[in-house]
């Protein structure tokens, strides 16, 4: 496909296919499209040219389509009053059938002893831990990251590659676009390499 933002062709002839089960990375220099690319596969962006389609049909910016797909780009935005815990909580209730219950999220992000604050007091990186087991604890088919390992230390970010793993294990597909080489080397099942659209 060819993706145009005003007038300008910033994504030509971008042909990518991610299975389930597979872990893709996106790799590029800043300004490339990666995230145009997400955002694509989001539904929130139409190509100018080519086809598209994400599990079996275009995407849409609608309930049916986010019940299976998660775009986990900027931070979102918190819900005022509501703690670390009750973030996760509300979560939990609203896609059921999640994949991780409240309390084993705060541990496997490493949240457990700021669970009772507001996202607002945590450091940029436990907020990024934050946004990253809210995308993990609910249920989907398709995870579209934008540079997930921002603000995680090296610690974390191998963390980060063995949940992405286990996520694909159970037949989840990702599609990350990522500055961190070591990571997309642990995990990525396909490297693509975006260039500036000529
Ligand atoms: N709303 C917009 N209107 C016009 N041009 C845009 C808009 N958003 C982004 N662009 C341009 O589109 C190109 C691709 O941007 P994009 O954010 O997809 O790059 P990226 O590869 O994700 O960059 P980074 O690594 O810095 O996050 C850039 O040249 C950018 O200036």
């Known amino acids: 496909m060819d993706v145009e933002l005003a007038g ?10 991610a299975a389930p089960g597979e872990i893709v990375a996106v790799l590029g220099e800043n300004g490339v499209g990666k995230s145009t690319l997400l ?32 775009l986990a780009a900027d931070e979102p935005a918190w819900y005022p009053g509501l703690s670390v815990r009750e973030h996760l909580e509300l979560m939990h209730a609203v896609h059921g059938a999640a994949r991780l219950e409240v309390g084993a999220a705060l541990d496997a992000f490493e949240l457990a002893g700021r669970g009772d604050v507001s996202p607002l007091a945590l450091s940029t990186g436990q907020r990024q831990r934050l946004c990253l087991a809210m995308v993990l604890l ?15 230390d090296t610690a974390f970010r191998r963390r980060l590659g063995s949940y992405l793993a286990g996520y694909a294990a159970t037949g989840g597909a990702v599609v990350m676009a990522t500055h961190d080489p070591a990571l997309a080397d642990a995990v990525a099942t396909r490297r693509v390499l975006l260039e500036t659209a000529a």
Do not use: K, M, Y
């Open 8 to 17: 300008r062709t910033v994504l030509r002839g971008v042909d990518l296919a």
């Open 39 to 70: 955002r694509c596969l989001a539904g929130l962006q139409p190509p100018a040219a080519g086809e598209l389609g994400v599990l079996g049909r275009p995407p849409a910016d609608e309930p049916a389509f986010w019940r299976e797909v998660v």
């Open 138 to 152: 609910r249920p989907s088919r398709l995870l579209l990251l934008d540079e997930p390992e921002r603000g995680l």
